[in-house]
Protein backbone atom coordinates (compact mmCIF):
# COMPACT_ATOMS: atom_id res chain seq x y z
CA UNK A 1 0.00 0.00 0.00
CA UNK A 2 1.37 3.63 -1.07
CA UNK A 3 0.00 6.41 1.63
CA UNK A 4 0.73 9.74 0.18
CA UNK A 5 0.07 13.25 2.08
CA UNK A 6 -1.12 16.14 -0.12
CA UNK A 7 1.42 18.27 1.44
CA UNK A 8 4.79 18.09 -0.39
CA UNK A 9 3.21 16.41 -3.48
CA UNK A 10 0.76 17.53 -5.86
CA UNK A 11 -2.76 15.43 -6.46
CA UNK A 12 -1.36 14.94 -9.53
CA UNK A 13 1.82 13.23 -8.61
CA UNK A 14 -0.06 11.51 -5.84
CA UNK A 15 -2.72 9.90 -7.97
CA UNK A 16 -0.22 9.20 -10.52
CA UNK A 17 2.14 7.22 -7.77
CA UNK A 18 -1.27 5.13 -6.81
CA UNK A 19 -2.08 4.27 -10.63
CA UNK A 20 2.10 2.90 -11.05
CA UNK A 21 2.66 1.40 -8.12
CA UNK A 22 5.60 3.97 -8.18
CA UNK A 23 7.28 6.75 -6.35
CA UNK A 24 6.38 9.85 -7.25
CA UNK A 25 9.77 11.46 -7.35
CA UNK A 26 12.95 11.18 -5.42
CA UNK A 27 12.61 14.10 -2.62
CA UNK A 28 11.72 13.47 0.66
CA UNK A 29 8.09 13.69 1.28
CA UNK A 30 7.47 12.11 -2.20
CA UNK A 31 4.74 9.06 -2.53
CA UNK A 32 6.54 5.67 -1.96
CA UNK A 33 6.07 3.26 -4.46
CA UNK A 34 3.37 0.37 -2.98
CA UNK A 35 1.47 -2.72 -4.08
CA UNK A 36 -2.32 -3.10 -3.97
CA UNK A 37 -5.08 -0.52 -2.91
CA UNK A 38 -3.54 2.66 -2.32
CA UNK A 39 -4.44 5.53 0.34
CA UNK A 40 -4.12 9.67 -0.48
CA UNK A 41 -5.06 11.19 2.13
CA UNK A 42 -5.08 15.25 1.81
CA UNK A 43 -4.74 17.77 4.56
CA UNK A 44 -7.16 20.57 4.32
CA UNK A 45 -7.26 23.57 2.40
CA UNK A 46 -8.08 24.40 -1.34
CA UNK A 47 -6.50 21.96 -4.15
CA UNK A 48 -6.78 23.99 -7.99
CA UNK A 49 -6.21 22.07 -10.89
CA UNK A 50 -4.88 24.53 -13.60
CA UNK A 51 -3.41 22.43 -16.57
CA UNK A 52 -6.59 22.15 -18.27
CA UNK A 53 -6.82 20.05 -21.49
CA UNK A 54 -10.37 19.22 -22.27
CA UNK A 55 -9.48 15.74 -21.49
CA UNK A 56 -7.19 14.67 -24.10
CA UNK A 57 -5.29 12.10 -22.00
CA UNK A 58 -5.82 9.79 -19.21
CA UNK A 59 -2.61 9.68 -17.10
CA UNK A 60 -3.56 12.88 -14.80
CA UNK A 61 -0.30 14.37 -16.52
CA UNK A 62 -2.45 17.66 -17.33
CA UNK A 63 -6.41 17.94 -17.06
CA UNK A 64 -8.48 15.76 -14.48
CA UNK A 65 -7.61 13.52 -11.72
CA UNK A 66 -7.33 9.99 -13.52
CA UNK A 67 -7.67 7.20 -11.39
CA UNK A 68 -6.51 4.26 -12.66
CA UNK A 69 -6.15 1.49 -10.00
CA UNK A 70 -7.71 0.89 -6.43
CA UNK A 71 -7.54 3.78 -4.39
CA UNK A 72 -9.02 5.55 -1.65
CA UNK A 73 -8.85 9.64 -1.78
CA UNK A 74 -9.96 10.98 1.72
CA UNK A 75 -8.71 14.21 3.47
CA UNK A 76 -8.02 13.74 6.77
CA UNK A 77 -10.38 12.88 9.61
CA UNK A 78 -12.57 16.59 10.67
CA UNK A 79 -10.56 18.20 8.51
CA UNK A 80 -12.19 20.31 5.29
CA UNK A 81 -10.62 19.63 1.67
CA UNK A 82 -11.66 21.45 -1.67
CA UNK A 83 -10.50 20.24 -4.99
CA UNK A 84 -11.70 22.46 -7.91
CA UNK A 85 -10.93 23.57 -11.12
CA UNK A 86 -9.51 27.07 -12.19
CA UNK A 87 -11.27 30.07 -13.94
CA UNK A 88 -10.92 28.68 -17.66
CA UNK A 89 -10.46 24.56 -17.00
CA UNK A 90 -12.07 22.92 -19.41
CA UNK A 91 -12.15 19.31 -17.67
CA UNK A 92 -13.77 16.95 -15.19
CA UNK A 93 -11.81 16.89 -11.80
CA UNK A 94 -12.37 12.89 -11.52
CA UNK A 95 -12.09 10.47 -13.97
CA UNK A 96 -12.12 6.74 -12.63
CA UNK A 97 -11.27 4.22 -15.51
CA UNK A 98 -10.72 0.65 -13.62
CA UNK A 99 -10.06 -0.28 -10.01
CA UNK A 100 -12.67 -0.62 -6.90
CA UNK A 101 -11.75 3.43 -5.58
CA UNK A 102 -13.38 5.88 -2.89
CA UNK A 103 -13.34 9.61 -2.42
CA UNK A 104 -14.21 10.96 1.12
CA UNK A 105 -14.44 14.12 3.13
CA UNK A 106 -13.69 16.12 -0.55
CA UNK A 107 -16.11 19.14 -1.84
CA UNK A 108 -15.68 18.91 -5.99
CA UNK A 109 -16.20 22.36 -7.74
CA UNK A 110 -15.50 24.01 -11.25
CA UNK A 111 -15.66 21.39 -13.36
CA UNK A 112 -16.03 22.42 -17.07
CA UNK A 113 -15.72 19.18 -19.54
CA UNK A 114 -17.31 19.01 -22.71
CA UNK A 115 -18.08 15.62 -22.81
CA UNK A 116 -20.25 13.65 -19.63
CA UNK A 117 -19.35 14.24 -16.12
CA UNK A 118 -18.89 17.53 -14.88
CA UNK A 119 -17.17 16.55 -11.19
CA UNK A 120 -16.62 12.86 -12.35
CA UNK A 121 -16.95 9.98 -14.76
CA UNK A 122 -16.87 6.88 -13.77
CA UNK A 123 -16.21 3.61 -15.53
CA UNK A 124 -15.37 1.09 -12.43
CA UNK A 125 -16.59 0.87 -9.56
CA UNK A 126 -16.43 4.31 -6.97
CA UNK A 127 -18.26 4.81 -3.63
CA UNK A 128 -18.29 8.58 -2.83
CA UNK A 129 -18.87 9.24 0.95
CA UNK A 130 -19.21 12.63 2.65
CA UNK A 131 -18.64 14.89 -0.13
CA UNK A 132 -20.19 17.47 -2.09
CA UNK A 133 -20.52 18.25 -5.55
CA UNK A 134 -21.40 22.01 -6.72
CA UNK A 135 -21.29 24.46 -9.38
CA UNK A 136 -20.44 21.93 -11.99
CA UNK A 137 -21.34 22.12 -15.48
CA UNK A 138 -20.66 19.72 -18.92
CA UNK A 139 -22.16 20.49 -22.30
CA UNK A 140 -22.56 16.41 -22.26
CA UNK A 141 -24.59 14.54 -19.70
CA UNK A 142 -24.22 14.30 -15.66
CA UNK A 143 -23.70 17.69 -14.26
CA UNK A 144 -22.25 16.40 -11.17
CA UNK A 145 -21.68 12.84 -12.07
CA UNK A 146 -21.81 10.46 -15.03
CA UNK A 147 -21.86 7.24 -14.31
CA UNK A 148 -21.35 3.82 -16.32
CA UNK A 149 -19.71 1.52 -13.80
CA UNK A 150 -20.93 0.68 -10.43
CA UNK A 151 -21.56 3.93 -8.33
CA UNK A 152 -22.92 4.26 -4.21
CA UNK A 153 -23.17 7.66 -2.98
CA UNK A 154 -23.60 8.00 1.14
CA UNK A 155 -24.15 11.61 3.05
CA UNK A 156 -23.16 12.88 -0.37
CA UNK A 157 -24.84 16.55 -1.96
CA UNK A 158 -25.21 17.42 -5.71
CA UNK A 159 -26.15 20.86 -5.82
CA UNK A 160 -26.13 23.86 -8.30
CA UNK A 161 -24.48 21.45 -11.06
CA UNK A 162 -25.66 21.76 -14.54
CA UNK A 163 -25.89 19.67 -17.96
CA UNK A 164 -26.07 20.82 -21.40
CA UNK A 165 -27.80 17.25 -22.42
CA UNK A 166 -29.01 14.68 -19.51
CA UNK A 167 -28.93 14.71 -15.59
CA UNK A 168 -28.10 17.84 -13.93
CA UNK A 169 -27.26 15.92 -10.41
CA UNK A 170 -26.55 12.37 -11.86
CA UNK A 171 -26.85 10.74 -15.24
CA UNK A 172 -26.57 6.94 -15.11
CA UNK A 173 -26.16 5.17 -18.26
CA UNK A 174 -27.79 1.59 -17.48
CA UNK A 175 -25.41 0.85 -14.53
CA UNK A 176 -25.84 0.59 -11.24
CA UNK A 177 -26.59 3.55 -8.84
CA UNK A 178 -27.21 3.17 -5.09
CA UNK A 179 -28.10 6.11 -3.27
CA UNK A 180 -28.63 6.62 0.34
CA UNK A 181 -28.56 9.78 2.82
CA UNK A 182 -28.21 11.58 -0.49
CA UNK A 183 -29.52 15.42 -1.18
CA UNK A 184 -29.98 16.42 -4.57
CA UNK A 185 -31.53 19.72 -5.30
CA UNK A 186 -31.24 23.05 -7.46
CA UNK A 187 -29.43 21.02 -10.67
CA UNK A 188 -30.62 21.76 -14.04
CA UNK A 189 -30.98 19.67 -17.39
CA UNK A 190 -30.68 20.99 -20.88
CA UNK A 191 -29.36 24.25 -19.77
CA UNK A 192 -29.69 25.75 -22.89
CA UNK A 193 -32.91 24.66 -23.13
CA UNK A 194 -32.31 23.03 -26.66
CA UNK A 195 -35.01 20.31 -26.01
CA UNK A 196 -31.88 17.74 -25.96
CA UNK A 197 -31.90 16.92 -22.04
CA UNK A 198 -34.18 14.88 -18.98
CA UNK A 199 -33.86 15.07 -15.73
CA UNK A 200 -33.33 17.66 -13.64
CA UNK A 201 -31.56 15.88 -10.35
CA UNK A 202 -31.70 12.15 -12.23
CA UNK A 203 -31.60 10.40 -15.56
CA UNK A 204 -31.16 7.33 -15.81
CA UNK A 205 -31.17 5.34 -19.17
CA UNK A 206 -31.51 1.85 -19.94
CA UNK A 207 -34.53 -1.24 -19.86
CA UNK A 208 -33.14 -2.24 -16.29
CA UNK A 209 -34.12 -0.65 -13.13
CA UNK A 210 -30.38 0.25 -12.24
CA UNK A 211 -30.61 3.90 -9.87
CA UNK A 212 -31.88 3.31 -6.26
CA UNK A 213 -32.62 5.43 -4.03
CA UNK A 214 -33.29 5.91 -0.47
CA UNK A 215 -33.49 8.24 2.52
CA UNK A 216 -32.91 10.91 0.45
CA UNK A 217 -33.80 14.10 -0.95
CA UNK A 218 -34.61 14.35 -4.54
CA UNK A 219 -36.37 18.29 -5.39
CA UNK A 220 -35.85 21.07 -6.47
CA UNK A 221 -33.86 20.65 -10.10
CA UNK A 222 -34.99 22.07 -13.11
CA UNK A 223 -35.21 20.41 -16.67
CA UNK A 224 -35.46 23.74 -19.51
CA UNK A 225 -36.93 21.48 -21.86
CA UNK A 226 -40.35 22.13 -20.47
CA UNK A 227 -41.53 26.14 -21.35
CA UNK A 228 -41.86 27.92 -18.80
CA UNK A 229 -39.05 26.11 -17.17
CA UNK A 230 -40.64 23.92 -14.56
CA UNK A 231 -39.50 21.60 -11.45
CA UNK A 232 -38.14 17.93 -12.75
CA UNK A 233 -36.24 16.31 -10.68
CA UNK A 234 -36.00 12.53 -12.30
CA UNK A 235 -36.02 11.30 -15.78
CA UNK A 236 -36.24 6.93 -16.01
CA UNK A 237 -37.62 4.60 -13.78
CA UNK A 238 -35.39 4.78 -9.98
CA UNK A 239 -36.37 2.55 -7.55
CA UNK A 240 -36.97 3.94 -3.89
CA UNK A 241 -35.09 2.22 -0.97
CA UNK A 242 -37.36 3.81 1.39
Known amino acids: RAICSGILVSQEEAVIAANTDSPSGSKPGECRAGSGA ?3 EIPAGTYTLTRTDSGKEDSSSTGDLDVRGSVRIAARPGERVKIIGASG ?22 GRPVLD ?8 TLTVLNSTLTDNRTSGSGGGIANRGTLT ?6 SANWAKNHGGGLFNSASQAVLNNVTI ?19 HTGSTTLTKIGNSILAGNTDKTTTPPLPSDCSGTLTSSG
Open 38 to 40: DVI
Open 89 to 110: FTDRIFHVLSGTSSLEGLTIQG
Open 117 to 124: GGAILNLA
Open 153 to 158: LANVTL
Open 185 to 203: TGNTADSDNSKGGDGGGVA
